[in-house]
Structure formats: structure tokens, C-alpha cells
Nanobody, 115 residues
Framework: QVQLVESGGGLVQAGGSLRLSCAAS????????MGWYRQAPGKQRELVAT???????NYADSVKGRFTISRDNAKNTVLLQMTSLKPEDTGVYYC?????????WGQGTQVTVSS
């Protein structure tokens, strides 16, 4: 059974930092592209950042220079370090694992940035 469990969300003031973690089980973690997505109230889910099995990263323009995605294949974990947070970063952050047409989602963790 595949499980993606996010943690690390919370309430933070604008300009602050948070680190999200996603622990994966039930998959061959090292071959999957891992990603973070977010969904703000009333909006569609959007890509935040991805990291391939080779370690190549991709970021949404809105988070470039502020967020860093990384992975630890030994621990089956993907991290999202978020700095200089803005109120518009508020939303539920989801972890995704993807390999060709197969993909899995976590349950999400809430991030709220107050102004």
C-alpha cells in the first residue's frame, strides 16, 4: 500500500520560514519524480516544485529563490524548505509521487501565512 505522509505545516508570519516533509512508503522511492503542489481556497491545485530521480529540480516562478526542494532517497523523504513566506503562499500543500502514468498523492498539510 502506497502512503505519502506530509508534515511540517503550520501558522507563520510573513517573512518567516517552514520546512515541509513528505515520507513515502510502498514505492521504489528513488525512481519516482517527487513534487510539492498547493491549493489555496477557491483555487486550483498548482505546482510548487518537483525533483526528479536524478535530482533535477523545477520551481514555479512564484517561489523561485525562496523555496528549495530536496530528497533523501535513503530515508524515502522529500523536503520543501520555504523561506520569505508571503500571505499568498497560504494553502494546503500536497506531496506527489509520479512515475510515467502512475501517480500518488498525500493527504496534504496546511500552511497559513499571516500578514
Amino acid at each position: 500500500q502506497v502512503q505519502l505522509v506530509e508534515s511540517g505545516g503550520g501558522l507563520v508570519q510573513a517573512g518567516g520560514s517552514l520546512r515541509l516533509s513528505c515520507a513515502a512508503s510502498g514505492i521504489s522511492f528513488g525512481v519516482y519524480t517527487m513534487g510539492w503542489y498547493r491549493q489555496a481556497p477557491g483555487k486550483q491545485r498548482e505546482l510548487v516544485a518537483t525533483i526528479t530521480s536524478a535530482g533535477n529540480t523545477n520551481y514555479a516562478d512564484s517561489v523561485k529563490g525562496r523555496f528549495t526542494i530536496s530528497r533523501d532517497n535513503a530515508k524515502n523523504t522529500v523536503l520543501l524548505q520555504m523561506t520569505s513566506l508571503k500571505p499568498e503562499d497560504t494553502g494546503v500543500y500536497y506531496c506527489k509521487a509520479q512515475l510515467t502514468i502512475n501517480h500518488y498523492w498525500g493527504q496534504g498539510t496546511q500552511v497559513t501565512v499571516s500578514s
